[in-house]
């Protein structure tokens, strides 16, 4: 179901936006912008998010990856 969302404009936009209308779909422009700007910030969100995770993880004990990849190597 779609919604209908109302935007105020300065007169001289108005004007030059019906003068092109038979150019640039407006409500197409309009809805891909919002879309565009929800993802970027979503993502911007989800990488704080990350960002919070790693720092709360904690360091991994030097040498692990040495050893980790030492078993593995050992057990084939």
Do not use: C, Y
């Amino acid at each position: 179901m779609s919604e209908i969302v109302a935007v105020q404009v300065p007169k001289h936009l108005r004007d030059a936006m019906r003068r092109l209308k038979d150019k640039i779909k407006w409500s197409e422009e309009i809805r891909a912008f919002i879309e565009d700007k929800l993802r970027e910030a979503e993502s911007e969100e989800n990488i704080k998010k990350v960002i919070q995770m790693l720092r709360e993880t904690g360091e991994v004990p030097k040498g692990s990856a040495v050893k980790s990849i030492r078993e593995d190597r050992d057990s084939n």
